[in-house]
């Protein structure tokens, strides 16, 4: 088993800047990534970006990409999702997910079998 546990959202204004955490424990992975989602009000859930555990490659959805960075705590089992200059329509919740196969399909939810509860990022404008 594998717990995540998000933390760090909130209410910001528009422009400011918000860091995410997702703390992972239980079950260790070496193959492995750990993705971002959210989802907003009456949309369907997205994929914002991940990171390999293996070597901390990080993948970005073209939407998010150059606001967002990725990043982990190797010590820590931390995961932390970077977002800046944020725009109202990122409001949304943010869930972190582990996938514990490879492959090139990261960026599919049904790929990651272990999801945080989810932190509730509010931006207004």
């Known amino acids: 088993q594998v717990q995540l546990v998000e933390s760090g959202g909130g209410l910001v204004q528009a422009g400011d800047s918000l860091r995410l955490s997702c703390a992972a424990s239980g079950r260790t992975f070496s193959r492995s990534t750990m993705g971002w989602f959210r989802q907003a009000p009456g949309k369907e859930r997205e994929f914002v970006g991940g990171v390999r555990w293996s070597d901390s490659r990080t993948y970005y959805a073209d939407s998010t990409k150059g606001r967002l960075t990725i990043s982990r705590d190797n010590a820590k089992t931390t995961v932390y999702l970077k977002m800046n200059s944020l725009k109202a329509e990122d409001t949304a919740v943010y869930y972190c997910?582990?996938?514990?196969?490879?492959?090139?399909?990261?960026?599919?939810?049904?790929?990651?079998?272990?999801w945080g509860q989810g932190t509730q990022v509010t931006v207004s404008s």
């Open positions: 997910a582990a996938r514990l196969l490879g492959g090139s399909y990261y960026y599919l939810g049904s790929e990651y079998a272990y």
